[in-house]
C-alpha cells in the first residue's frame, strides 16, 4: 500500500509541478518542446522499469503472480508501448475535437491537464474492475480476447469511418440539457456568466468533457490489451498512467503530421489482434515475455518507418481524389 500511496503523490506533485510551474502562463506549445517532453516522458517510462525491477526484488509491493523482476520489467514496458500506440488513435479525436469547438492553441494543453484527471480517476476504476473479473472468473480472458479480436478485425476492414462531429454527439447534446453552453470564452475559464447573469459552460470545458468521454470509450480496448499481459494491479496502472501522462506532449508533437503516421493504424491492429489471440490461447500456447516485447516494439516500429517514407504519398492520393 506504501508503494501505492507513493506512486499516487508523484503523480500529483508531478501534475501540479506541470501546471504550476512549467505551463503556469498559457501558451502555444511549439513542436520543439513538444518533442523535448515527450522524450522525457519516454525516458522516465523506461527509467521507471528499472525501479520496477527493484521493487519486485523486495517485499515493498505485493506480487500475486510471483513475477521474477526482469519478467515485471518487462511486462511493464510492453504495457506501457500498448497503452501509448492505441493512444494515437485518441490523438486523432482530440484534435477534431479542439478543431470543432475552435479551441485556441494556448488553451489546449490546459483542457487535456484536466482530462488528464479525469483519466488517472476513470482507469483506475476498469484496472480495479477488469483485474477483479479476471481474477474472479477466469473465463473473462476469453471474453476480452475475443473482443479485442474483433476490434481489430473491425479496424482492419472498416477503413472509410464517418466523420466525426463532437457537436453531434451524445454527450454534446446531453450536457447542453444540464448547463447551458455559450460559444463565447473568456481566456482559460471552463465557465463564464451570460448577458443574462446565468453561468454557463465555454467551449473549454464542453472540449474537456468530451474528450473525457472518448477516453473511457478507447479504454474500452487497452485496458484489456494490457491485462492481456498481466493481471498484477501495479504494473497495469503505473503503465497505464506513464502512457497517460505522456500523452499531452505526443499529442502536440503530433498535431500537425498525424496525416504522416497514417500506416500506423496497421500497426495498431497487429497489435490487438496478437493480444487478442494471446488471451484466447494462453492455455495453449505460451508466449515468453520477450517475444511479447519484441513483437509489439517491431509493429511500431515497422508502423512509423512505413508512415514516414509512404505518409506524403498516401496523403497526396487522397487529396487528388
Known amino acids: 500500500m506504501t508503494v501505492w500511496i507513493l506512486f499516487l503523490l508523484a503523480v500529483v506533485f508531478i501534475l501540479a509541478l506541470d501546471l504550476g510551474v512549467f505551463n503556469k502562463t498559457p501558451h502555444i506549445i511549439s513542436t520543439k518542446e ?24 523486495t517485499d515493498y509491493i505485493s506480487n500475486p503472480d510471483n513475477l521474477k ?19 494515437v488513435d ?102 463564464i456568466l451570460t448577458d443574462k447573469g446565468k453561468k454557463a459552460a465555454t467551449p473549454l470545458f464542453v472540449a474537456l468533457i468530451v474528450i473525457e468521454v472518448m477516453d473511457v470509450l478507447f479504454a474500452v480496448d487497452s485496458v484489456p490489451a494490457i491485462l492481456a499481459i498481466t493481471s498484477d494491479p501495479f504494473l497495469v496502472f503505473s503503465s497505464n498512467i506513464f502512457a497517460i501522462l505522456g500523452l499531452r506532449s505526443m499529442y502536440f508533437f503530433l498535431a500537425n503530421m498525424l496525416e504522416k503516421f497514417s500506416y500506423l493504424e496497421y500497426s495498431l491492429v497487429a497489435i490487438l489482434a496478437f493480444v487478442g ?30 508512415s514516414l517514407k509512404y505518409g506524403k504519398t498516401k496523403e497526396a492520393v487522397e487529396k487528388e481524389k
Do not use: C
Not at 523535448?36 to 517510462?45: G, M
Not at 494471446?278 to 516500429?301: D, N, Q, R, T, V
Open 90 to 191: 485518441n490523438i486523432f479525436v482530440i484534435a477534431i475535437i479542439f478543431a470543432s469547438f475552435k479551441i485556441p492553441q494556448k488553451y489546449q494543453h490546459r483542457v487535456l491537464f484536466w482530462g488528464i484527471l479525469g483519466a488517472i480517476v476513470f482507469r483506475g476504476l476498469m484496472i480495479f474492475f477488469g483485474v477483479l473479473l479476471i481474477n474472479k472468473f477466469t473465463w473473462t480472458t476469453y471474453v476480452f480476447g475475443a473482443f479485442l479480436l474483433f476490434t481489430a478485425i473491425k479496424m482492419l476492414f472498416s477503413r472509410e469511418e464517418e466523420d466525426f462531429n463532437p457537436k453531434d454527439s451524445f454527450v454534446y447534446k446531453t450536457l447542453g440539457k444540464i448547463i447551458p453552453i455559450t460559444s463565447h470564452m473568456d481566456h482559460e475559464r471552463f465557465f
Open 277 to 306: 489471440l494471446k488471451m484466447l490461447l494462453h492455455h495453449y500456447i505460451y508466449i515468453p515475455e520477450w517475444a511479447s516485447l519484441g513483437f509489439i516494439a517491431l509493429s511500431l516500429l515497422v508502423g512509423i518507418l512505413v
Open 69 to 87: 523482476p526482469a519478467v515485471a520489467s518487462m511486462k511493464f514496458i510492453t504495457g506501457y508501448l500498448i497503452e501509448l500506440s492505441l493512444s
Open 34 to 57: 513538444a518533442s523535448k517532453w515527450t522524450l522525457i516522458w519516454v525516458t522516465l517510462s523506461f527509467l521507471f522499469s528499472g525501479v520496477i525491477y527493484w521493487l519486485y526484488t
